[in-house]
């Protein structure tokens, strides 16, 4: 006679064991008719699962996260489904949900075309209508292996073979197709709706790895509703318009090549945003009590090894040997240099906190098909700082953190900020006590923040719990970008102390913290964010001197040269063209005033000013038109 607890508390008693339609059915008729799956003692079943004792339950509807991901789930396993049937012959390999949506490798010699996403999609329709049924059965690992080996399923085949020996293999059947899945799933097909849509097809290396064949990816997106689908099409169409790749071409700002995958040949213009970029956090944190240091790129494997880098992160590592056999690494992050730092001479309690800042340039291998422009890159600088302090400092320093980063994000534009609080893991390293001060001040400084805020159970690193800030851009998309971490290892790994009070020697504790994150990455996220018509002070080159006619040239340059000694990074454009063809070619590369100049201007000692998106045009004398430019260039700092 199992007992069910609901989410509001309220107990319903059954006689025998319950499965979750009949939980749904007890709690209301459009509960049971929206009921998608359901959680019980916090995992996720399917709603056919059978519950025999005492449990919290939660049915899922689709305005629940994990009813949205359930509906994605399903609908790669119907586009797996509709493949299969339109394309006899083709290996499914693995299908998962990801950000707004979900997609599916196939193993097939010929390549998707345009032509076949919409059959596909027909097809999917089509399963749907059918509204299959869902049924969930455990096999036995050599069973499964020789069933998907015999009906031609290598990739499935290969991937039980994988899993870790106590894992259960679930088999999911819809209707009489079946994969190989961990579930849950939805009761039918019927349940997924037909709001979705097929957006691409690429290449993806199997298991991401480029020794290994390539596949053929198809990507889709699925929603609850129509209006839902509707709008998410209209971002992708906005999102591909601000894509920073094209427009960092059309704004000359950096480009890739294949001699050096993963690293950014930065131009002149995208050099002088990054530099500008810096010059503003520094100042930010030069004036929050930062100190900026700089530790060597190549460290000794050894220090790796001392620090557990190398036991987790190795694969990642980029590493050379050199003549008398000494391995080193490039270092993939800052913090073992930092403590480094901190280690020279001796520090006393009265010392801390102590705030160390780096703009460390670091590499990590990533597999070239997940290579994405400046989002996704192999080598980048992160704007670290490990703040050493004593387990009493910890909230007030997580809370001065969280504040420094709210500010720098609403100086540049993202006020729509989330906090995701991720508490301590089953396996973690520390004492229960540390943790509990780590955890509780975080939280407070997160609830102090008065921002919204999710909780990430058991989701924190094995040394400390941690916090990830998510910035929402202009179109609604979000951004992880900024990190604060509590580190309650690597100090005394690597044999971090400072004197205290009583004169004994402790361990400090470490805030790892992060602001962008990539500086690389942040240009990419800004660029799209504001489509890349960036605010004056941030913009690269801030104004275009253009003379009407060849005559005007030398007033050009006086503006030039005036605008350039306020410390405005101007150009002037000389070239004997139209002023309307300059105009275009400006606006294109994304500059935010366009200085024209002509007859009545020279006469005047004026300047016509246009600025970027709009034709409208004021005229100042240059001595009002430079002061007003060199207010908007300065750094949004109080």
Not at 45 to 73: A, C, M, P
Not at 230 to 239: N, P, Q, S, V
Not at 463 to 481: H, M, N, S
Not at 593 to 608: A, F, P, Q, R, S
Request: glycine content about 6%; proline content about 4%; hydrophobic content about 35%.
């Amino acid at each position: 006679m199992p007992d069910i607890k609901l989410p509001d508390g309220k107990k319903i008693p059954f006689s025998k064991s319950i499965d979750g339609f009949e939980i749904a059915k007890k709690i209301s008729k459009t509960l049971e008719k929206n009921a998608l799956i359901m959680e019980v003692n916090t995992e996720l079943k399917d709603l056919s699962y059978q519950i025999k004792k005492d449990s919290v339950v939660r049915i899922i509807t689709s305005k629940d996260k994990e009813g949205l991901e359930v509906i994605r789930h399903d609908a790669a396993h119907v586009l797996a489904m509709a493949v299969q049937e339109l394309f006899p012959g083709t290996q499914v390999t693995i299908g998962p949900v990801i950000q707004d949506g979900f997609y599916y490798d196939f193993a097939r010699k010929e390549p998707f075309t345009n032509d076949d996403l919409k059959k596909i999609e027909d097809k999917m329709k089509e399963i749907i209508d059918r509204d299959d049924l869902t049924k969930r059965e455990v096999w036995e690992r050599d069973k499964a292996i020789k069933h998907f080996k015999k009906i031609g399923e290598h990739y499935k085949s290969e991937i039980i073979q994988d899993l870790p020996k106590n894992e259960e293999i679930s088999i999911y059947h819809h209707g009489k197709w079946h994969d190989l899945c961990r579930g849950p799933h939805l009761p039918s097909t019927g349940k997924i709706g037909k709001y979705f849509k097929l957006t691409k097809v690429s290449g993806a290396y199997w298991r991401g790895d480029s020794k290994n064949e390539m596949l053929q990816r198809i990507y889709g997106t699925s929603w609850p509703s129509q209006k839902e689908l509707d709008e998410y099409l209209k971002r992708l169409e906005e999102a591909e318009k601000r894509d920073h790749r094209k427009l960092g071409k059309e704004m000359d700002l950096f480009h890739f090549r294949e001699e050096s995958p993963g690293s950014v040949f930065w131009h002149h213009k995208g050099w002088s945003l990054f530099q500008t970029l810096i010059d503003y956090m520094r100042l930010k944190q030069k004036n929050a009590g930062y100190k900026e240091i700089n530790t060597p790129e190549l460290l000794d494997k050894s220090l790796w090894e001392k620090s557990g880098h190398w036991e987790k992160f190795g694969e990642h590592m980029f590493t050379s040997e050199t003549p008398d056999e000494k391995i080193f690494a490039i270092k993939p992050m800052n913090c073992p240099g930092c403590v480094q730092i901190f280690n020279q001479g001796l520090k006393s309690y009265r010392d801390l906190p102590l705030k160390y800042s780096e703009f460390g340039k670091v590499h990590r291998y990533e597999p070239s098909g997940a290579l994405h422009g400046l989002l996704r890159v192999r080598a980048f600088t992160q704007d670290d700082a490990h703040i050493f302090c004593t387990e009493e400092q910890i909230t007030q320093e997580c809370l001065l953190v969280t504040n420094l980063i709210l500010e720098i994000y609403k100086d540049l534009g993202f006020e729509n900020v989330l906090l995701k609080y991720s508490d301590r893991p089953k396996i973690r390293v520390g004492d229960d006590k540390v943790w509990d001060k780590s955890e509780s001040a975080l939280l407070e400084a997160i609830k102090k923040s008065k921002l919204k805020y999710e909780i990430n159970k058991g989701e924190g690193a094995f040394y400390g719990p941690k916090i990830e800030f998510v910035l929402t851009d202009a179109i609604g998309r979000d951004w992880q970008c900024g990190t604060l971490q509590v580190d309650l290892n690597l100090p005394s790994r690597l044999g971090a102390a400072y004197v205290a009070s009583d004169g004994s020697k402790k361990v400090p504790v470490m805030l790892h913290r992060a602001l962008f994150g990539s500086l690389e990455r942040f240009i990419g996220i800004l660029i799209e964010h504001y489509a890349g018509k960036l605010p004056l002070w941030l913009a690269p080159i801030k104004a275009v001197v253009l003379p009407i006619a060849l005559e005007f040239d030398n007033y050009a340059k006086k503006i030039f040269e005036q605008c350039m000694k306020a410390g405005i990074n101007t150009e002037v454009d000389l070239k004997n063209q139209k002023i309307n063809y300059k105009i275009r070619e400006h606006s294109l590369s994304k500059v935010p005033l366009l200085l024209i100049c002509g007859e009545k201007e020279v006469k005047d000692n004026t300047v016509t000013i246009r600025k970027l998106g709009s034709e409208k045009q004021e005229t100042l004398s240059l001595e009002q038109a430079i002061r007003n430019i060199s207010q908007k260039n300065k750094f949004p700092i109080n």
